[in-house]
């Protein structure tokens, strides 16, 4: 399981049933197939990359390429934007 901070600087467990994988093992075929969904379904429900990537036991690098992969339309970085000037 992943933990990401809460507002009070305190870690919640993030519950998830995308199965954790061991690092480096390669994932092929159907159980790819359902872990691409799995990641889609709760990207689209608003975790991030990074959230999906420490509760799977996988690097921000290959959830992002499964979501790629899958069809999914990644959402911006967010933040502030810097201003040309005028």
């Known amino acids: ?13 993030l519950e998830t049933t995308v199965p954790e994988a061991a690092k480096g093992k390669r994932i092929t ?25 420490s509760t799977t036991g996988r690097s921000y690098g290959f959830v992002h390429r499964i979501l790629e992969e899958s069809g ?8 502030a934007t810097r201003k040309g000037k005028r």
């Open 72 to 79: 999914v339309v990644l959402r911006g970085r967010g933040g």
């Open 29 to 53: 075929g159907a159980s790819r197939d359902k872990l691409a969904a799995d990641l889609r379904k709760k990207y689209e429900g608003g975790q991030s990359i990074r959230a999906l990537a």
């Open 1 to 13: 399981m992943g933990y990401r901070p809460a507002l009070t600087g305190q870690y919640e467990r």
